[in-house]
């Protein structure tokens, strides 16, 4: 399985779209500052994740989050995934 997941860092409460095989383990790393693009930001919460059969379908969601460059979007997806 692969999964598409949204990061909310605690520290300035910013956004980090991304996708993996391995979640637990990628969100492990995005804490220990193995990541450049988070490395500054943590601790990071997991907030979203939809999982993919097909590691292509992932990453083309996660694409599509990203090509949306929008706060609100992001916060309507989160919000989706948590129900009313």
Do not use: C, W
Request: no cysteine.
């Amino acid at each position: 399985m692969f999964y598409v997941y949204i990061l909310r860092s605690l520290k300035d409460g910013s956004y980090y779209v991304g996708s993996t095989s391995k979640l637990g383990k990628r969100i492990h790393r995005h804490n220990k500052g193995h990541s450049t693009s988070t490395k500054g930001k943590k601790p990071l919460i997991l907030v979203y994740k939809k999982e993919y059969k097909l590691r292509s379908e992932a990453v083309k969601e996660e694409r599509r989050i990203k090509s949306q460059k929008s706060r609100i979007y992001i916060k309507n997806l989160i919000k989706t995934q948590l129900g009313p």
